[in-house]
């Protein structure tokens, strides 16, 4: 395969990581520098699992960028290309592209399990990096008696580069410019409804999945359109554009504790991220070629795992020094990783 790492001018002297991702084996292949004018090359022969994913890396300025994945004999251009960027800590404005909530049915003890779910647009020509702890890249509010916050573990962000304090989420993960995708869960207790959430920015869409027959959503210019089932459950399905910032949700559920089902909504929240992945691209044609590749990247859940493996693979190759216990700690999360991504490969195989 023949390709370039590009932004404003070609990137010399980048290191370019071959990656190969399957149910049977995962890890780098090769690794190269680009040479003055962006290039390289590498040449390989498939091997093991028909179904493994191959795709390269690139990091500039601490930040690992990647191809689409590698699908033709001999892949060149377009399909073969990384694109990087300057990265800055100025003030370059994030858009919500998206936001989903989904509030689920109550447990046994009354709790139920919520997910927010965001899609976030940098319409810039830069990264944005976060200028320390004070200093997050994007941040939004937690409904007031929100408890126990976390981030989607198999999601684009990694649980370290967000935190949770004085009723804030905070980002502190890069933003290319494209889109990128943050999801978090938090549980409400029985006394947190009725649900008020503040809408603090403009959204171009904002979507509500409630899995309640009784709830009731208000406060801002949304509608309801037609349920929508997933994984054999169904949602009550909100829908709203262009929301202006200042805009106050209020979501009633009506605790029944008739549905005493367990219910835990990172599943959901994918799925939920995937079905409005049209309105998001629409959101971001102006920047097209960008908008395409993120789009390829969230066609198929196994693209996200192996991104997941390269960012933990280029994480830990940059390290000075590592220990054993962080070589271990290492291991063990790239086992987890590698364990995920043979179910969902195992998934797409019984739906073909």
């Not at 006394?191 to 009731?216: C, F, G, M, R, Y």
């Not at 801002?220 to 554009?241: D, H, K, M, N, Y």
Request: overall charge positive.
């Amino acid at each position: 395969m023949h390709g370039e790492a590009k932004g404003p001018r070609p990137i010399a002297g980048v290191r370019v990581v071959l990656h190969r991702v399957g149910a049977d084996n995962a890890g780098p292949l090769d690794s190269m520098l680009t040479d003055a004018r962006g290039r390289y090359h590498f040449q390989y022969a498939k091997s093991g699992s028909p179904d493994a994913i191959y795709f390269v890396s690139a990091s500039f300025d601490g930040i690992a960028y990647f191809s689409v994945p590698l699908k033709e004999r001999f892949t060149h251009g377009d399909d073969a290309a990384i694109t990087v960027f300057d990265t800055t800590s100025g003030p370059v404005p994030i858009h919500i592209l998206g936001h989903h909530i989904i509030i689920g049915a109550p447990d046994p003890q009354g709790k139920r399990e919520a997910v927010e779910v965001f899609e976030l647009g940098n319409d810039s020509s830069v990264t944005r990096v976060s200028g320390g702890r004070d200093r997050p890249v994007w941040t939004a509010q937690l409904p007031n008696k929100a408890v126990n916050p976390k981030v989607n573990p198999s999601g684009e962000v990694a649980p370290s580069a967000v935190s949770f304090a004085d009723r804030r989420v905070r980002l502190y993960a890069p933003v290319n410019p494209g889109a990128r995708q943050l999801s978090y869960a938090y549980q409400l207790p029985r006394d947190a409804l009725p649900l008020s959430i503040s809408i603090d920015q403009p959204t171009s869409v904002l979507e509500v999945l409630l899995e309640e027959p009784k709830a009731t959503v208000s406060g801002t210019a949304i509608a309801e359109v037609a349920p929508t089932t997933t994984a054999g459950r169904s949602f009550r399905r909100f829908l709203a554009q262009s929301v202006a910032a200042s805009s106050l949700l209020r979501i009633d559920v009506p605790f029944t504790l008739a549905d005493t089902r367990s219910v835990y909504f990172i599943a959901v929240a994918t799925v939920c991220g995937l079905a409005m992945l049209a309105a998001i691209v629409v959101a971001a044609r102006r920047r097209p070629v960008i908008a395409a590749n993120a789009a390829r990247a969230y066609v198929r859940p196994t693209d996200d795992l192996l991104q997941a493996i390269a960012r933990l693979d280029a994480r830990f190759e940059t390290e000075p020094s590592s220990s054993a216990g962080e070589r271990a700690a290492y291991e063990s999360e790239r086992a987890q990783l590698k364990s995920r991504l043979a179910a969902a490969l195992a998934e797409e195989r019984q739906g073909r």
